[in-house]
């Protein structure tokens, strides 16, 4: 195949997944607004377009013609470049996200724009560097607030990702792989009952994944670093028009990260929950988008948990937050270890 051609269809997917990113997270804002309306009681966004369906296009224009304002105590370098590192990063880890069907034209993957033996290890560095984001906004921004925020999302994100990346090692062992493709086909067998969740006996680490993801992505009830009653907004909070959106668009992007990599390890996929059960029917493009959309109601799914919580639990005290990290989430990840690796023995023996 020429290096052209390659290039070419490699540079249409990575336009093409960055649209479709960029738009869930619109419609993500758009969801939770309408969901948490309802919770509360009320409308949510209902003027703008049918439905309120171009809220999101009203915001987005609205956030790129605010005034953007520098403050003058600012250290400049750092203060533009922090909402760049956050958002960069939160864009970077869809590039390892297989969201269908292994698929080729002309020997190019067309569902995953990046297949690396390594993808769930690279998955894991980039998002954690994405806290250098934060760091460096609430110390550049000169102001007492925005450097509590930034500390408590530096304590938190270092704390929680222990527990994030132990929880993942049960389906590692399972699975005998890095690599996220590989982690769907061990759960791509019998339906539902080959899920790591279920067959796979991964429902503890299921709950730990679940609780270390909202804290890693600073999401109720885990949003200390941006507590509107103590910190004004945290570490944004010098922050106006696009570098404001850019932090916003960060947070939600890491929201369906979080969720697709939930989806890929722990509910097979974009495999068929009824396994072999049903047939495989229609043609070549019924094949082809029937994965996706399996992957794509797993991930709404794990967004519509995401806003459910936020609408309806409390939010933790921070002595609360680091000792439920440390003497509760870490030590049971540590026994989920153990009980997955005594299990695969016993099974293998």
């Not at 049918?50 to 400049?76: N, S």
């Not at 590039?95 to 690279?122: C, E, H, T, W």
């Not at 429902?203 to 270390?212: E, N, P, Q, R």
């Not at 995401?306 to 870490?330: A, E, H, N």
């Amino acid at each position: 195949m020429s290096i052209w051609i390659f290039l070419l269809l490699s540079v249409l997917k990575v336009i093409v997944v960055t649209i479709i990113l960029l738009t869930a997270v619109a419609y993500t804002v758009l969801l939770e607004r309408k969901l948490v309306g309802r919770i509360q009681n009320r409308w949510g966004p209902s003027r703008v377009g049918p439905f309120g369906l171009l809220q999101p296009l009203a915001d987005g224009l609205k956030l790129f013609l605010k005034e953007d304002l520098m403050p003058e105590a600012v250290y400049r370098p750092l203060f533009v470049l922090a909402p760049i590192i956050a958002l960069a990063c939160a864009v970077m880890s869809i590039s390892m996200i297989p969201f269908g069907a292994d698929i080729r034209y002309k020997g190019v993957d067309l569902f995953q724009i990046s297949d690396v033996n390594i993808g769930l290890l690279i998955l894991l560095a980039i998002t954690g560097v994405g806290v250098y984001g934060i760091a460096l906004s609430g110390w550049s921004s000169n102001n007492k607030y925005s450097l509590l925020g930034a500390l408590r999302a530096s304590a938190q994100v270092i704390s929680y990702e222990l527990a994030l990346g132990l929880s993942l090692v049960g389906v590692i062992l399972r699975s005998q792989s890095l690599r996220l493709r590989d982690i769907v086909d061990v759960q791509a067998t019998h339906g539902l009952l080959s899920w790591n969740v279920f067959g796979g006996f991964q429902f503890v680490a299921f709950f730990i994944y679940l609780t270390a993801a909202y804290a890693e992505t600073n999401r109720a009830p885990f949003d200390l670093p941006e507590a509107e009653s103590e910190l004004t907004a945290g570490y944004h909070t010098e922050y106006s028009s696009m570098k404001f959106a850019m932090f916003f668009m960060a947070e939600y992007a890491n929201m369906i990260t979080v969720s697709c990599v939930a989806t890929l390890l722990f509910l097979g996929g974009w495999s068929s929950p009824f396994g072999s059960l049903i047939p495989a029917f229609g043609g070549i493009v019924v094949q082809a988008l029937l994965p996706v959309f399996w992957f794509v109601a797993k991930v709404f799914f794990f967004l519509f948990l995401y806003i459910w919580v936020r609408g309806t639990l409390p939010r933790f005290r921070y002595d609360q937050l680091m000792s439920f990290g440390w003497k509760f989430l870490m030590p049971l990840a540590v026994l989920n270890i153990i009980a997955t690796s005594l299990w695969l023995a016993f099974r293998a023996g």
